[in-house]
């Protein structure tokens, strides 16, 4: 945005300097945002524009290029900004910002609380409202999207004013530093009531809440959560048409409704006498302005609140309800295949590992299928290309060291000892978790997640004692699996600051993975080349596994173990942290118990009360975990 600080007067008239973030006009329906580069150029079907040519004209200038094509260097105002940002979710639009901004009675000076954070469009308005002194927080679930949105506000010189926190505001609440501080809150939520009493105890006296929602029956329910302390329930219904007005012949074209709006202007030729032709003034509707359907505005007055809520077209409810039962049938469906995926892909990998027990070319090969599968997927254009700096390059190569390391270390020890007490060694992933957040970035446990850590170890100790596939390669690797993986995570949590454009959560693996297969298979190579013998071959097959099976349980194995953990990554994306953790703690119990049937794993009732207590150990730390950010 235009600068807010004392030292540059906010005005339209500011030339534009290196570093500023420009929106560039071509057309009406094609608007980008540049950052001014000294060397930059931007390339276009207008042609070659240098940015050094742009440095120091007014904002609003129209520059052209050596073609004679011309665009147009506009000021990145909220307005345009919402139309050129990436779309992380559905966006507020101008009409239902607008109007958003008016109820909440924002001005220069006001703190503003908001949830969820989406794609921050209505964010960077509430910033422009209230500078230069006032602040907006907004949180957000899903933390990749708060990254992302953090980097934008950076990159619009808004994060001054604006704070983005990682939180589940419907189960948790906002943050009690808030109590009595607020002007104003906004709510876009599923289920907005479940946080409007915390909403409630946020604001000031005579401040507003504003509920945004598709949907009656959300407006339904959080009115009757209001009725207690509530009054004054408001409902409107945000509508924007807009008109294209030209001049034709009646009758060549009509509104989208059927309907014209005309002016018949009598046309004369050149010689003075009036056409025989009558030519009209026409104006078509041209569609809908994008937008949602409503909004919802709660104002606060002394200790009694009286309400301003919006509604949508009855129609609507219908059409959303569908919505939500197709969202939550995909999402059904997305953990079912990722629990067959992860199923099959130990039950594959397992099956090559015993034949062929060189875990570094099989991890490699693994790699290597995910990398085909990810040049594909670029290729067809089934998923943006991603755009990597070298700051980014530096810390991705990182994680890409730990995540080739984990997964090395775990189909070690697959091939060492049955599936099911490889996983559950794996389930003390919490407790180095826990102990490497305290030792190197000092993060303190809560007493919960300390207790939850208890059944854990004990459940695992006692699965060791009484494994028949005990084996001490096996055990270590996969111990010095978990060590590994969650280094990498710790040490990401500190380190990984994105300055430029974020990944998200799939470029982001696909990066890695095709780091970890060029850095494995060299090592690979020189360990376990060798071993690609006629003779050994033969032997593969004296094993009861043809060579022929063998490369297509390889080939599947690959395929399973990309595939798993990009429908992780995806569901990641719909679904809160704690709900993935949870998701994946139940996966853990699908896998083990599937591995021990189809291997027919002999396991005694304490081995099996052992892998029990670890799982549900598992289980007791994601739910600590959220009673901790929830005590925060």
Known sequence: MLPTDSTKEL??????????????????????????????VLQNRFGAFKHSDWIG??????????????????????????LVLSHRTQILYIADISFVVMYLEIVPGCVVLESGTGSGSLSTSLARAVAPYGHVYTFDFHEQRA??????????????????????????????EFIGQVDSVFLDL????????????????????????????????????????????????????????????LGSWQDNDGQLKSCKKRQRSSNGEADSKPRTVMARRIGETRGHTGSNVYKISDQKFKVRSAAVPQGMSEEVNTDERIRTLQLGSMFLIWYLLNIYFNIFNKQVLKVFPFPATVTAFQFGCGTVLILLMWALNLHPKPKVSRSQFTVIFLLALGHTLGNLLTNISLGKVAVSFTHTIKAMEPFFTVVLSALLIGERPSLWVVSSLVPIVGGVALSSFTESSFNWIGFGSAMASNLTNQTRNVFSKKFMVKKEESLDNINLFSIITIISFLLLT?????????????????????????????????????????????????????????????????????????????FQTPVSPVNSLGTAMALAGVFLYSRAKKMKTKGA
């Open 190 to 249: 599923p289920q907005p009531w479940l946080a409007i009493p915390s909403a409630a105890k946020m604001l000031k006296q005579d401040a507003v809440l504003c509920s945004f929602s598709p949907c009656i029956e959300q407006v339904q329910r959080s009115c009757e959560t209001l009725k207690s302390d509530f009054t004054d329930i408001r409902t409107f219904e945000v509508l924007l048409h807009t008109y294209e007005v030209r001049e034709g012949s």
């Open 11 to 40: 005005s339209f008239n500011r030339r534009i300097t290196d570093g500023d973030l420009v929106i560039v006009y071509e057309r009406h329906d094609s608007m980008k945002a540049v950052k001014i580069s000294e060397n930059g």
């Open 522 to 598: 060299p090592i690979a190579v020189f360990m376990e080349g060798a071993k690609f013998s006629t003779s050994y071959l033969q032997n593969v097959a004296n094993q009861g596994l043809s060579v022929k099976e063998l490369c297509i349980k390889a080939l599947l194995s690959g395929f399973c173990f990309h595939t798993y953990q990009q429908v992780s990554y995806m569901i990641l994306q719909l679904v809160s942290p704690v709900t993935h953790a949870v998701g994946n703690s139940l996966k853990r119990v699908v896998v083990i118990v599937s591995s021990v049937i189809f």
């Open 147 to 176: 990254v992302s949105a953090r980097e934008d506000f950076e990159r619009t010189g808004l994060s001054s004013l604006v704070t983005v926190g990682v939180r589940d505001i419907q189960g948790e609440g906002f943050p009690d």
């Open 57 to 82: 004209k007014p904002f609003g200038s129209k520059v052209f290029s050596s073609k004679g094509g011309f665009i147009y260097l506009l000021a990145p105002t909220p307005e345009l900004w919402t």
